[in-house]
């Protein structure tokens, strides 16, 4: 079990010192996927930022490639949150994760009281109930993120996982990384399907930046609505 610190950056900063109360925009931590950085992140943090957010933090998991389990990188996101909101003053701040950060993200939540706060998680392509890519390493990540693991079924049971935060999910049904697609699913969160065609394009669609953003700044959950169906082409 590893104790590697997770690193935060100063990808979108602001020299002010509270949350944005007039407009509802909390600060907002973002965390990445298996195999990935902060890099990854850029252009959903860049988006937030021209959206008027001010400030974005990327919280960068170290290990990141599953060679440590869930819950020790969920330390990780619960030192940076603690950090976070210390840094601004705000008393709950907003998480938007991607791929096995969510599960990570999730974890913080449902563990590790970061549902005490966080107002709004944003869970982007997450296997909430496994992937059967997990299969293909053998590390303790990839253990905790196979359907029927130890760590997922303990999850499930939880009877009120995550509290008064309200939840909002993205995922893709064309996704490859994340078997079978709708693992990506949570119960009672608010959601929308967006077919991407891979999983990393998750983070550069168009689609998928807008609804962050949405489910960020609309004042109640149920007006987060699933995006209309395209007609077919006759």
């Given at each position: 079990m590893t104790s590697a610190s997770a690193r935060i950056s100063d990808t979108v900063s602001s020299t002010a010192t509270a949350p944005d109360a007039a407009s509802g925009q909390l600060p907002v931590l973002l965390v990445h996927g298996i195999d990935d950085d902060a890099r990854s992140l850029a252009p959903l943090a860049d988006g937030l930022a021209r959206a008027g957010f001010r400030d974005v933090r990327i919280v960068e998991l170290k290990p990141n490639n599953g060679a440590a389990p869930i819950s020790v990188l969920?330390?990780?996101?619960?030192?940076?949150?603690?950090?976070?909101?210390?840094?601004?003053?705000?008393?709950?701040?907003?998480?938007?994760?991607?791929?096995?950060?969510?599960?990570?993200?999730?974890?913080?939540?449902?563990?590790?009281?970061?549902?005490?706060?966080v107002r709004r998680f944003v869970s982007i392509s997450g296997p909430h109930a496994g992937t059967l890519t997990g299969w293909l390493r053998f590390n303790p990540g990839a253990r905790d993120m196979r359907p029927g693991s130890e760590l997922l079924r303990g999850l499930a049971a939880d009877?009120?996982?995550?509290?008064?935060?309200?939840?909002?999910?993205?995922?893709?049904?064309?996704?490859?990384?994340?078997?079978?697609?709708?693992?990506?699913?949570?119960?009672?969160?608010?959601?929308?399907?967006?077919?991407?065609?891979?999983?990393?394009?998750?983070?550069?669609?168009?689609?998928?930046?807008?609804?962050?953003?949405?489910?960020?700044?609309?004042?109640?959950?149920?007006?987060?609505?699933?995006?209309?169906?395209?007609?077919?082409?006759?």
């Open positions: 969920a330390d990780q996101v619960a030192e940076a949150a603690g950090s976070l909101r210390a840094r601004t003053g705000s008393a709950r701040i907003d998480v938007v994760a991607f791929s096995m950060g969510a599960l990570v993200s999730r974890y913080y939540l449902q563990r590790l009281e970061g549902r005490s706060h009877e009120a996982p995550f509290g008064d935060v309200q939840v909002f999910t993205l995922w893709t049904p064309l996704d490859l990384m994340i078997l079978p697609a709708h693992s990506s699913q949570l119960v009672n969160a608010r959601e929308r399907t967006i077919p991407v065609i891979l999983h990393p394009l998750m983070l550069r669609d168009k689609r998928v930046l807008r609804s962050v953003e949405e489910a960020l700044t609309v004042e109640r959950p149920e007006d987060f609505l699933p995006l209309p169906v395209a007609p077919h082409p006759r």
